[in-house]
């Protein structure tokens, strides 16, 4: 019998890779999501890489009764992923009350229903934006969190903030992972980043560009201090961050964590600009972009890239993929959906 895994989100970019590390580790994750901000057609993916089916329940975490309902129907559940959270910096900015109430609320009802049925260990999906605009690089587990520049980040923060109280008053054993950038798709192509509307990240609008379905592509910033004036972000293959999760539930249900909640940076430890991933895109895929200078967008961070250093020595986990790797698995995931 697999031991059963409930990941929220889990038909979003990350969870739906997430979901195919869990099972391929001999997990049997079970997927919540509700397709607010991803499309069925992830669910399909996965079961195709995996050639079964997986577990889906189309609810709003938020929704208790709903959520409770999962738990019942699916009885020995041992540790949840929680991925569910609405995640663009720059829409949060303008939608701040709709952040807040989603990424918070999933949260609270996932806390409140999991001591019911016994569940006592939880992988969170934080993020570099906890950190704010950092007094120095490259960040580490004990950098300070700063006021957050973004909705998106301030609910990271709290979130991260009520995992910390609820265990110390008893609740779940915790892992908090603080993602850097996570970019590419599956060596199978068959899942990857699919955003509604128009991509709010700079790859997907990078391969959509290439694909000849946006016009341009739009560098928001070029006289930071950086070696180009573009924004720096640690840019890690999302199968290694998928992996990630699989070693930190591993770690957790192993009773190894060595307190109650233990935070990790998941990146590279390696920053790289918007235009060094503009060149390296245009390298590995022959497409030259339309590329235009604009001015800084509200919510960014200059700079920010991961001292991973802790996650290697201590979770045991280290990144595989490269910057082209993981440019070259995009572009091969954007030409299977076509325009």
């Not at 109430?101 to 019911?116: G, K, Q, T, Y």
């Not at 265990?167 to 970019?183: K, Q, V």
């Not at 001292?307 to 995931?333: H, I, M, Q, R, Y």
Request: hydrophobic share 40%; aromatic share 8%.
């Amino acid at each position: 019998m697999r031991t059963k895994i409930l990941v929220t989100g889990g038909a979003g970019y990350i969870g739906s890779h997430a979901v195919v590390e869990l099972h391929q580790a001999g997990y049997q994750p079970i997927i919540v999501d509700d397709f607010s901000n991803s499309q069925e057609s992830a669910v399909a993916g996965i079961e195709a890489i995996l050639d079964t089916r997986v577990p889906l329940y189309t609810i709003d975490c938020a929704n208790e009764e709903a959520l409770r309902g999962v738990f019942q129907a699916e009885p020995g559940i041992a540790g949840v992923i929680h991925f569910a959270a609405f995640k663009a910096v720059n829409e949060s900015v303008q939608k701040p009350l709709a952040y807040y109430r989603n990424n918070l609320d999933s949260l609270l009802v996932l806390l409140a229903v999991m001591p019911e049925f016994g569940v006592e260990s939880i992988v969170f999906s934080s993020s570099c934006t906890v950190y704010g605009v950092p007094d120095k690089l490259p960040v580490t587990e004990a950098t300070p969190t700063k006021k957050a520049t973004s909705p998106y980040g301030a609910t990271k923060q709290m979130a991260e903030d009520i995992l910390t109280d609820v265990a110390a008053a008893g609740g779940p054993r915790t892992i908090l992972l603080r993602y850097f950038n996570p970019i590419g798709a599956h060596p199978s192509a068959k899942i990857g980043e699919l955003p509604l509307g128009v991509p709010q990240n700079l790859v997907p609008f990078i391969t959509q560009t290439a694909a000849g379905i946006r016009e341009k592509l739009t560098v928001y910033g070029t006289d930071y201090d950086t070696p180009d004036g573009s924004c720096v972000r640690d840019y890690i293959y999302v199968v290694d961050l998928a992996k990630a999760h699989v070693v930190a539930v591993h770690r957790l249900l192993e009773k190894k964590a060595a307190d109650k909640v233990e935070t990790f940076n998941v990146g590279t430890g390696r920053g790289n600009t918007v235009l060094e991933v503009v060149r390296t895109f245009e390298e590995v895929s022959g497409q030259k972009l339309n590329v235009e200078l604009g001015p800084r967008r509200a919510g960014d961070v200059p700079a920010i890239y991961a001292d991973a250093t802790k996650a290697e020595s201590v979770l045991g986990f280290k990144t595989e993929g490269s910057l082209a790797e993981a440019l070259a698995s995009a572009w091969k995931w954007q030409q299977t959906l076509g325009k």
